[in-house]
């Protein structure tokens, strides 16, 4: 295990193969601490579980709730009773990270953003998540919602078992049809898409506890590896560490 003088500013950070499943890299790994909208990556998991055990499809028509339209933070300024396409739903929480449009889909799936968290933490358990726990679906923060740079490279392993997630968090801009008539265009805040090679996602995260934080993944020459960086203070601090675990992991 190599420390040297990686992720010195982040509060957690973790970098593995996903091909060998070995951490090359690791710093308070077991710490917990708030994730930010990476706790999307979990909401993102259980959508493409329903996606691919045939209980949603990506035409579904999703009806905005006035709690959803509501929700504080990262949004689309859904209305409520707008209706979205389910896969432009999923771009809007992948690409811009919306807080209403994940309240949306947590709804669509559960009924209540409250069952919704309910599968989330039960998911968690399944997956062996001993330091994570959710009281939201997007990520702001909260009192008892937190996981660790362990925990979250567990659920990026199991996001990116699902190839179509890369059809999204891969795009750095989109677009989506909002009530049938206008379109609304997208611009992915990982902003390492196009400038790093080899990097198709993840999940960027800014909060005001959580600081700045990222699950990045790359692939070159047949290898992907899992970079995440928690509590970084600032975000070009959060890109240049990860940038410097990325080489070092695909050197």
Not at 128 to 152: E, I, P, Q, W
Not at 185 to 194: C, E, I, Q
Not at 197 to 225: F, H, I, N, S
Request: with cysteine; net charge positive; hydrophobic share 40%.
């Amino acid at each position: 295990m190599i420390r040297k003088k990686y992720a010195r500013f982040a509060k957690s950070a973790v970098v593995a193969n996903v091909n060998t499943g070995k951490i090359l890299f690791k710093k308070h790994l077991f710490k917990k601490l708030p994730p930010a909208s990476m706790t999307k990556i979990m909401t993102l998991l259980l959508a493409m579980e329903k996606l691919q055990h045939g209980k949603m499809k990506v035409t579904d028509r999703v009806t905005v709730s006035r709690h959803a339209a509501l929700t504080k933070g990262t949004s689309l300024f859904l209305r409520p009773g707008e209706v979205l396409k389910l896969w432009d739903l999923l771009k809007g929480i992948a690409l811009v990270s919306g807080n209403d449009a994940t309240v949306a889909l947590a709804e669509h799936i559960a009924g209540t953003e409250a069952n919704f968290v309910k599968l989330m933490n039960n998911k968690a358990k399944v997956l062996g998540l001993v330091n994570t726990h959710f009281v939201n679906s997007h990520g702001l923060d909260r009192k008892n919602h937190f996981s660790c740079a362990y925990d979250m490279l567990i659920m990026s392993k199991k996001l990116l078992g699902h190839k179509r997630i890369l059809k999204l968090t891969a795009l750095k801009y989109a677009r989506i049809r909002r009530n049938q008539r206008r379109r609304m265009r997208l611009k992915n805040t990982n902003t390492l898409l196009g400038v790093y090679k080899g990097v198709d996602g993840l999940k960027t995260g800014t909060t005001p506890k959580a600081k700045y934080c990222l699950t990045a993944t790359a692939k070159r020459r047949g290898t992907r590896v899992i970079a995440i960086v928690m509590g970084e203070p600032t975000a070009r601090k959060r890109n240049r560490e990860i940038v410097e675990l990325l080489d070092f992991s695909l050197s």
